[in-house]
C-alpha cells in the first residue's frame, strides 16, 4: 500500500497552504520560491559552516524543506502548473539537498562515526538519495504508477535530520537518513521492477 498520505509532508499542509496562497495572490512565481529555497540552502551551509548550530542547521533544514512544499502550492494557486516549473522544481531540490549534506563535511571534516568518516556518510547518504528519486523518476517514464513506496520519502529524510540536530545529534542523523534513502531506494528497485515485470505479462 502507498505511504503517500501518511507522508509528513501532510503534517504541514496547514502551514503551507495559506502562505502559498497569499504568495500566489501576490503574484509571486513558483519559480522564485524554488529558488529562495536554493538560497536559503546555501546561507545554511555558509552559517554552519561558521557556527557549527546545530539548532540553526535544523531551522534551515526546515525551510528549505518547507518551500519545497510551498512553491507546488503556488503554483497551484496561480494555475502556473507546467513541465518545466515540474523539471526546475526537481532538479533545485536535490541541488538543496547536497548543499544541506555537503555543510557536514565542512563543519565536521575529520570527525567519524561507527569508525567511517563523515565524508564518506555524506557520500553515501547523497548517493541513496538520489537514486530514490532516480528509481521513481525512471519507473514513471516506464509508466510505473505505483510510484509513492518506501518510508524514507523526501519529507521523512529531512524531517528526522531536523529532529537529530535539534537533540544535537547531527551526524547521527546523518547515519539514520543514509540508511533510510540507501533502503528505500533498494525497496523502490524491488517494488518497481516487481510492478514492469507483472506488466509485462499482462501484454
Not at 59 to 86: K, Q, W
Not at 148 to 175: A, H, K, N, P, Y
Not at 195 to 201: C, V
Request: aromatic share 12%; charged share 15%; with cysteine.
Amino acid at each position: 500500500m502507498s505511504p503517500s498520505k501518511y507522508r509528513v509532508r501532510r503534517i504541514f499542509r496547514w502551514l503551507m497552504q495559506p502562505i502559498g496562497e497569499r504568495l500566489a495572490g501576490a503574484g509571486v512565481r513558483p519559480d522564485t520560491v524554488t529558488y529562495v529555497s536554493l538560497q536559503l540552502a546555501l546561507l545554511g551551509l555558509v552559517l554552519f559552516f561558521l557556527t557549527l548550530n546545530q539548532w540553526l542547521y535544523a531551522l534551515f533544514v526546515f525551510l528549505v524543506g518547507l518551500l519545497d512544499g510551498i512553491d507546488g502550492v503556488v503554483a497551484r494557486a496561480a494555475g502556473r502548473s507546467t513541465p518545466m516549473g515540474a523539471f526546475t522544481d526537481s532538479i533545485i531540490d536535490k541541488v538543496s539537498e547536497i548543499i544541506l549534506l555537503l555543510a557536514l563535511i565542512l563543519g565536521f571534516p575529520d570527525q567519524a562515526v561507527l569508525g567511517v568518516g563523515v565524508p564518506i556518510w555524506v557520500m553515501l547518504c547523497i548517493s541513496g538519495w538520489l537514486l530514490t528519486s532516480y528509481s521513481r523518476s525512471r519507473a514513471e517514464a516506464l509508466g510505473v504508477k505505483d510510484l509513492d513506496v518506501g518510508l524514507g520519502g523526501r519529507s521523512e529524510r529531512l524531517f528526522t535530520l531536523i529532529i537529530f540536530s535539534v537533540f544535537f545529534q547531527v551526524l547521527w542523523g546523518l547515519v539514520v537518513v543514509t540508511f533510510m534513502g540507501v533502503l528505500t531506494a533498494a525497496y523502490r528497485f524491488y517494488h518497481y521492477k516487481r510492478e514492469l515485470t507483472d506488466s509485462y505479462h499482462q501484454i
